[in-house]
Structure formats: structure tokens, C-alpha cells
């Protein structure tokens, strides 16, 4: 048995003494029982979140906002029966005795399916969301949101800093405020996701297709020299899962044109091309805090910049096209796009702990690395010089001859072991959505690269147990092969 103390709390204490007793580390939850001993309820981290935000006093007793409607089971039983009641997310399940005493709990974490990604909440966001909460500033006007700006600003070497309301309106903002339009051309990678070239059809220009290296999966500068044109006005290179791009080439092709350089850093916050943080290479950076990137805040994004001009029309178009200085005198057809208080509140959190994050994602490499360097078949991704990538999801190849099995057959196996894989990036040229651009040429490595490829679970709380069970597991089906594909 072990000590379960610290998960029980009276029925009649206050939702601020539930939060004391989940900060001192209690797995997250809190078991309630009345004068008796009885477990009536419990809460979690997140019951206690949504307590507050719909409005309960701190002091208010918890029995008001605790869960009743909760899985247990009896003790004495086998541990497959305790299995059995396994559902959805359930990672902790509470034993009880005839009396309706806690007894144990039972920790599946080690069982339960491990996702692909998955955010690490463990920091100061649960204290500054509560503090935007008490304070009524939830809206994007909240002091969290430049609190938040700023700490981003300053990790980028104090590029002025733009929250947004995602990722992918930090580029459309970029694109719109660059004055890019109709009749414009962007290039883009053919290895991305959809948004990087949906953003340049919303901005009514249109996206060129230019196919990545197998060196390291990002934009190929010969092909990119030979794609401009007179219409081109943009590049978009895009750090795909963490690997920096080739951004001397690209800046070097961008001055010979007079082109913008916008970086699409969604996947790369923290990464290093030649010693610089991407976003800070280009004219414009944009990154997203979508739930499985490095950090998060659910949904939202960042625009950095030195160039004032754009800055201050970013500013602009993502408030409704709004006067900096004259309030509802609107000066462009400008969008939403602001980030709220609560997100900033997260965001903020997440940015004390970006260190401690990449610094564990490097030790997750290190151990994937090791753990399946030697098996026949798999290609590990690529490694450039002078270049640190933070695999912001670790993205193997498959070989099917020397592996023995397809990468599609591997994904299904990893499935039914419950471990969540994903394959690499569709090329974007054959996807239905841009049929009408008519795109021509030639995509070889995007094409193959989206056959062979899939992306390991890979988070910033991901445990190197876990990693190693991972490696070990697809080292055993490489060695059997006797799997039916």
C-alpha cells in the first residue's frame, strides 16, 4: 500500500485548501469523504479550473463543485478486473473497501495509451489563471497578455512581440500586413501543414509548391531559386518538426529578389540555425502554442518583427483594422485575432519553463536515439551541422526490405500497443484543396518521405521509461517479423 494521505480532504474544506493539497504533488487528485470517512467525491486539477472559472469563491466549501459521478472499484479484486474499468483518460482509479473507505489507488500511466504529443501543465499556469480569473481582465485587453508578449520578446533577443489568436493568424496577419495579395505569389514547402499555404489563399494570393530536401526536410534552395518568378513576392520557409531551414540560402535568394522572408516556426520554438533562434532570421517570425507544440496555450500564436512598419499594421489588423490612437476609427478591414487574458496567463507559465522543456526534449532524443540507432530499417532524422533542432516530433523512416514491414503495417502495430503514431506530412500539392492552382511539377521527396515517415510520441513530460518501452517494443517487431502485413 502506499501513503494516500495527501490525496483526502474533507468534504468541508475550502476549494482553496483542494488547490493547496494539489500543489504539494498528489498526482493531481483529491479525493473528498465526509465525518465518516467516506469518499463522496473527488476533484481534479482540471474540476478546479473549471470551478473558478465559472465563477467560485475560493473559500467556498468544495463539496459544491466536486465530482460524485466517479469509476472505482472494490478492493480484493484481480488486477485485470481493475484494468477492465480503464476508460478514455482514466489514469488514476480509486479502491475502496465495503465501507467506502480509500484504500489505494491504482496509477496507469504506464498502461494507458501514450499520445503522439500532449502538454506539460505544471508550472505557475493553474496560480496566473486564477490570479486573470479574480482579477475580471480575461479579455485581451488583461495585463497577461503583454506580460506574456514581453517574456516572448525577450527569449527572441527583444523582438517586438504580437500575440495572436493562433498560429495560423499570426501568418495570414503577416502575409496581409506585408501588403500581399492578389496577383502575388508566395512559395511554400510542399511538406507542411495546410496552413501555411491556406494563409496565402486568404490572403488572395497564391501558394507555390517547391519540394524539401532529404537532407534535412525543409525548403530546397535550388528548387526554391528556380520557382520565383516576377510575381513572387514572399518566401515562407518552414522549420518542419523542429528542423531549422537552410535560412543563409533562403536569405541570400531573398535579397538577390528583394523578397520577404516570413518563417513559419510553428514547430520550432527554440530551435537554432547557426546559433540563432528561428523567427529572428527572417523579416517576419510566427509561431503557434497550439496544445502539441513546445509550449501552449490551447490555441494562439506570436508575430515577432524589427520591421516597425508591418509591426505596427499587425497591431492594427489583428484588432478590426483599429487606430492605435483614435479608439473604433478603423484605418484598414482588419480581423480578430487577439489572444485572451486566460491564454496569455498559460503562455506566460509555459515561457518560465521553456528551458526545462527543450533540455527534456533533448534528453527524449537522446533516448530514442539510442534506443533505435541499431535497428535494420530505420532511418533516424537528420542531423545538419550548426543547425539544433528540438524534433519537436521524433520522426523516423522506415525501410520496408531491411525493416521487414511497411511504415502504414509499423503504425498499426504501435496502435494495438496503444502507443499513438502519426505519418509524415501529405505533400500539399496533390490535396484536393488546391486543385484549382494547377500545380505542376515535380515533388519526389515530399512524395516518399510521406510514405516512409511517421512521428513518435515525443512531449515535454514524456517519461524516458517510456521512450525506452517504445524503442523496445518496435525493436522486438523488427526482430520477429513474423507479423502478418
Known sequence: MKDISKNLCSVECSIRDVMESLNKGVNGIIFLHDNNGVVKGLMTDGDVRRAILKGAPLEDKVRKY?????????????????????????????????????????????????PVSSPSLCGN??????????????????????????????????????????????????????????????????????????????????????????????????????AITPRTKAIMPVHLYGQPAC????????????????????????????????????????????????????????????????????????????SLTERYRHEYVGFNYRLTGMQAAVGLAQMEQIDLFLSHRQKIVMEYESGLKDIPGIILPPRQEETDSIFWLYTILIDEIKFGMTRDTLMSHLKNARIDSRPFFPPLHGQPAYKTLAVEGDFPVAIKLHEVGLSLPTANNLSLERIKSVCSYIKKLQQGRSVDE
Open 66 to 114: 466536486m465530482n460524485t459521478d466517479f469509476i472505482y472499484a472494490l478492493e480484493g479484486l484481480p488486477r485485470n478486473e481493475y484494468l477492465k474499468k480503464i476508460q478514455g483518460k482514466i489514469l488514476q482509479l480509486p479502491i475502496l473497501n465495503e465501507e467506502g473507505h480509500l484504500v489505494d489507488i491504482l496509477f496507469f500511466k504506464e498502461n494507458a495509451f501514450l
Open 247 to 322: 535560412m543563409d540560402e533562403i536569405m541570400s535568394i531573398a535579397e538577390e529578389h528583394n523578397l520577404l522572408v516570413i518563417e513559419d516556426c510553428a514547430e520550432s520554438l527554440g530551435a537554432r540555425y547557426k546559433g540563432r533562434l528561428t523567427g529572428t532570421i527572417g523579416h517576419i517570425g510566427c509561431f503557434s502554442f497550439f496544445s502539441n507544440k513546445v509550449i501552449t496555450t490551447g490555441e494562439g500564436g506570436m508575430v515577432i518583427t524589427k520591421r516597425k512598419d508591418i509591426l505596427q499594421r499587425v497591431s492594427q489588423l489583428r484588432d478590426h483594422g483599429m
Open 125 to 226: 499556469e493553474l496560480k496566473y489563471i486564477t490570479d486573470c480569473v479574480l482579477s475580471s481582465w480575461i479579455s485581451s485587453q488583461g495585463a497577461y497578455v503583454k506580460k506574456f508578449e514581453k517574456k516572448f520578446s525577450e527569449y527572441h533577443y527583444d523582438y517586438p512581440a504580437l500575440s495572436t489568436s493562433s498560429g495560423t493568424a499570426a501568418l495570414h496577419l503577416a502575409l496581409v500586413a506585408s501588403g500581399i495579395g492578389p496577383g502575388d505569389e508566395v512559395i511554400v514547402p510542399d511538406s507542411t501543414f495546410a496552413a501555411s499555404a491556406n494563409v496565402v489563399i486568404h490572403a488572395g494570393a497564391r501558394p507555390v509548391f517547391v519540394d524539401i530536401s532529404e537532407d534535412h526536410w525543409t525548403l530546397n534552395p535550388e528548387l526554391l531559386q528556380k
